[in-house]
C-alpha cells in the first residue's frame, strides 16, 4: 500500500499521486540511446545525495562502451500491495484511518475482501503471453489477518496453499517475489510476532517506525520477513519498503537489504524497490555498497527506482488512472517515451488492488493499453525482472574493463547473459570471447535488433557485441 508517495527523501501528504512534470524527447538512435544510463547518470539519480555509499569501481578503458543488455531498452512492472487472497486496501484502510483519520475516508467496507486467485491466473497468463515481467509483492502477514506460513482467517488451509502454489508456479518464473515488509500495516514485535500496541505514526510500517533505526534492527526485521516467504517456498532477492519505510535512514535501508537478502536467500545481488521519480532525474538504477570486487566473495546492493506513478487504478482501486500519462494516443508524449528515449529502463509502478479495481480490471485494461501502445511505438524492448535488471546493472557498473589493441579484457566480479559493449570502427574478423580456457567466437547478425548472447553486429561506425559474461576474467578478441 502506497499511500504516500515514494520520493527520495521526506514523507509527502497521504494519498498524494505523481504529476507528469518532463517533456517529451525527440526519437534518438536506439543504440546511442541504449549507451546511455551510465554510471553518471546513477551517480545523477542521488546515491550520494541521500547518504548511500555507492562504494568502489574498478577501471574502465573509455573507448569500450558498455550498453544495454541486446542494445534494448529494459522494462519491467512493479506490482506493490499484492499477497495471497488479502485485499489489502480492504484490511489496510481502517488502520491507516486509526492513525490519520482525516486522511482515510474511504469507504473501505464496500470494497472486496479478496482478490481471487481467478484474476491473479487471468493476469500472469496474459502477461506470460505477452513477454511481461516484473516484481510481485507477497505481504508475509497481510494487515495482520493472518500468517502465510500459519494461516488466513477467513480461508482454508487448502485455499491458502493453493494460492501460494499458483505464485510458486505461475508467477515466479516471470516475476521476483518481495515481502512488503512484515503487515504493510502494523509493526511486528518479531520477539514476540505480536503488533505493538500502540496505533500511532511511529509504530506503522508506512510511516515512521524505521526513523533511527539501526543496519543491525532493519535487517532483523526484513529477515522476518523474507523467512516466512522461505517457510512457503517462494524465493527472494530483494524488498520492497512499504510507503514511508526507510525513508529517514536510507543508508541503514539499503545496507540491511545487503544483509538479510543474502542472510536469508543468499541472494549474490540483492536490490530493493525505494525510490520512483517522475521529474528530470534519471531513473537508472544505482549499485551501491560496492566492495571485495577483487576477491572470493563480492558485494553490492541495487537500487531499482521507478519511472511513474500509479496511473493505473490507485492504491486501493479507487483512482481510475489513464494510459495517455503512461503514453498518449499518438504515441508521441507520456513519461514512458520519455525514459525510453534517454535509454534508461522504464520500470512502471502499480498497486495490486487497484489493477484489479474491485473486479472490474480498470487497471489491468489499462495496462494491458499501455503494453499495446509502447510495443506499437518501439521495437527495442526487452522485459526483465527487477532481478535481471539489477544483475546487469551490478556487472555493467563493476566490471574491470582494459584493453591491450586488439583485446579486451573483462575482469567480473559478477557473471550476466547478453552482456553487451560497443567499440568504434570496423572489423576485420569476428570477435571472439575466451573464458576459462573456453573460445566462442561470436555470430554476425545483419540487424542490431537481431542481437542475442552470443552475437554481434556491424555498423557503418562500430562493432556491437553481445555474449553471456562470466565471472572472472574474460578476453574478447575484436
Not at 19 to 35: C, E, I, M, P, V
Not at 129 to 138: A, D
Not at 308 to 332: H, K, Y
Amino acid at each position: 500500500m502506497l499511500p504516500k508517495s515514494r520520493q527520495a527523501n521526506g514523507d509527502c501528504p497521504p494519498r498524494t499521486r505523481h504529476a507528469l512534470t518532463s517533456s517529451s524527447l525527440g526519437r534518438r538512435d536506439f543504440l546511442k540511446a541504449a549507451a546511455m544510463a551510465s554510471g553518471a547518470a546513477m551517480l545523477h539519480a542521488g546515491g550520494l545525495a541521500t547518504g548511500q555509499d555507492l562504494g568502489t569501481r574498478p577501471g574502465r578503458d573509455s573507448s569500450v562502451r558498455i550498453l544495454n543488455p541486446c542494445a534494448r531498452v529494459p522494462m519491467s512492472l512493479i506490482i506493490d500491495d499484492s499477497t495471497c487472497l488479502v485485499n489489502m486496501a480492504h484490511f489496510g484502510i481502517p488502520q491507516f484511518a486509526e492513525v490519520f483519520p482525516d486522511n482515510y475516508t474511504q469507504d473501505w467496507r464496500r470494497l472486496p475482501r479478496e482478490i481471487p486467485d481467478a484474476f491473479v491466473r487471468k493476469f500472469g497468463q496474459w502477461c506470460h503471453e505477452h513477454g511481461v515481467k516484473g516484481k510481485y509483492s507477497i505481504v508475509p502477514y497481510p494487515a495482520c489477518v493472518g500468517w502465510l506460513d500459519r494461516g488466513l482467517p477467513g480461508w482454508s488451509r487448502r485455499e491458502l496453499d493453493e494460492s501460494i502454489t499458483l505464485v510458486r508456479e505461475l508467477m515466479m518464473p516471470d516475476w521476483d517475489i518481495h515481502p512488503e515488509m512484515v503487515s504493510h500495516t502494523r509493526v511486528i514485535d518479531t520477539k514476540t510476532g505480536r503488533p505493538f500496541p500502540e496505533p500511532t505514526e511511529h509504530f506503522m510500517e508506512n510511516w515512521r517506525w524505521t526513523d533511527g533505526k539501526s543496519v543491525d534492527q532493519l535487517a532483523d526485521y526484513m529477515s522476518y520477513a523474507l523467512r516466512i516467504l522461505k517457510n512457503v517456498g517462494l524465493d527472494c532477492e530483494g524488498i520492497t519498503t512499504p510507503g514511508g519505510f526507510g525513508n529517514r535512514v536510507l543508508a541503514e535501508l539499503s545496507q540491511a537489504t545487503l544483509e538479510s537478502c543474502r542472510d536469508v536467500f543468499g541472494a549474490e545481488i540483492p536490490h530493493y524497490f525505494r525510490h520512483l521519480f517522475t521529474d528530470e532525474r534519471s531513473v537508472a538504477p544505482r549499485v551501491e555498497y560496492a566492495h571485495g570486487l577483487d576477491g572470493p566473495d563480492p558485494k553490492c546492493v541495487v537500487s531499482i527506482i521507478g519511472c511513474t506513478g500509479d496511473w493505473f487504478g490507485g492504491w486501493d482501486g479507487l483512482e481510475a488512472g489513464s494510459a495517455d500519462q503512461f503514453i498518449t494516443e499518438d504515441l508521441q508524449r507520456g513519461r514512458l517515451p520519455e525514459v525510453i528515449e534517454r535509454g534508461e529502463p522504464a520500470i512502471l509502478v502499480c498497486h495490486w488492488p487497484g489493477i484489479y479495481y474491485n473486479g472490474e480490471e480498470v487497471g489491468f485494461n489499462i495496462f494491458k493499453e499501455v503494453v499495446r501502445r509502447v510495443h506499437a511505438r518501439y521495437d527495442h524492448l526487452i522485459w526483465m525482472k527487477l532481478s535481471e535488471i539489477a544483475r546487469y546493472w551490478a556487472a555493467r557498473e563493476l566490471t574491470e574493463v582494459q584493453r591491450q589493441g586488439r583485446q579486451i579484457i573483462l575482469r567480473a566480479p559478477f557473471a550476466t547473459p547478453r552482456f553487451t559493449l560497443q567499440v568504434e570502427g570496423r572489423l576485420s574478423q569476428p570477435p571472439r570471447v575466451e573464458t576459462g580456457g573456453i573460445a566462442t567466437t561470436l555470430e554476425k547478425t545483419a540487424q542490431a535488433l537481431w542481437l542475442k548472447g552470443g552475437a554481434w553486429h556491424q555498423s557503418d561506425t562500430a562493432a556491437t557485441l553481445c555474449f553471456n559474461l562470466s565471472k572472472g576474467q574474460t578476453t574478447v578478441t575484436i
